[in-house]
């Protein structure tokens, strides 16, 4: 494991309704489905005591862009709820690339004989886990940690 840092992470799947949310062991072996919180205002809230129940090193939320890489509709929402979550829950977040990640659950959970609509419930858990298995995998292969950080607006430049 060259580089790769000891610590419980959370993945994050945002989406208008509903947000998803994994975890990952300490060792960054698995990551496994949490919990969907709904999107209202609470939400931040509740990832916040989520992320204090499990002393997670770092929040890993999916950045929705588009195949070729540009933003989409969503990449500004995702952005400014990771930026709030930064600034809520005083734990790292970082931004992550989740092209294919909705696609990828949709794909295991209907391999595994879940029609869409039993599986809709959980989804964006789903989708977390494969978003924080993919930035576990690139820890775990370059050293360094997956996506960009979000810079924490109460800490100096």
């Not at 690339?97 to 029609?115: C, K, M």
């Amino acid at each position: 494991m060259s580089g790769f840092r000891p610590g419980v992470r959370l993945g994050i799947d945002v989406g208008k309704a509903r947000v998803g949310v994994a975890r990952c062991d300490r060792d960054g072996l698995l990551a496994v489905p949490v919990e969907t919180v709904p999107r209202n205002d609470d939400a931040v809230r509740r990832i916040t005591e989520l992320a204090e129940e499990y002393a997670a090193i770092e929040l890993l939320v999916g950045l929705p862009v588009s195949l070729s890489g540009s933003d989409t509709a969503s990449t500004a929402d995702a952005r400014a709820f990771a930026s709030e979550l930064s600034t809520a829950s005083g734990v790292p977040v970082r931004l992550v690339d989740e092209r294919l990640s909705t696609v990828s659950a949709h794909a295991a959970l209907r391999d595994a004989g879940r029609s869409q609509r039993s599986s809709r419930r959980i989804i964006d858990q789903v989708a977390a886990v494969v978003l924080l298995q993919q930035a576990i995998d690139v820890e775990k292969s370059t050293g360094a940690p997956a996506g960009a950080a979000v810079h924490d607006p109460q800490e100096p430049a």
